[in-house]
């Protein structure tokens, strides 16, 4: 089983860098960001932590495991970090074809 993480300030695993910013995954049904900073996301993630801890009950095996591929048609979390990163390489191509 994994430790809680709310003693360690910073959740490197969880942050995500796109053209438009940083983002915090959280296992929430949305993500938080985009933020100026890595440090601001963290910061945000970590009140986020703080705000949820207890209260979310799903199986471990739920949780945020890596790399893996991301539906974004399917997708259902609102504010989307995985989303918002496919959706800037996607315009990105576009305009670069
Ligand atoms: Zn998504």
């Known amino acids: 089983m994994r430790t809680d993480t709310i003693t360690q300030t910073f959740h490197a695993d969880r942050l995500v860098h796109t053209a438009i910013g ?3 995954m959280t296992r929430e049904a949305y993500d938080l960001g985009p933020f100026q900073s890595r440090q601001e996301a963290n910061d945000a993630l970590v009140r986020h932590i703080r705000m949820h801890k207890g209260l979310n009950t799903r199986a471990a095996s739920d949780e945020f495991c890596g790399i893996g591929l ?8 609102s504010n989307c970090a995985r989303c918002a990163e496919a959706n800037i390489l996607r315009s990105s191509t ?3 074809s």
Do not use: E, G, N, P
């Open 70 to 77: 991301h539906d974004t048609d399917f997708c259902a979390k």
């Open 94 to 96: 576009l305009r670069a």
């Open 22 to 24: 940083w983002y915090a």
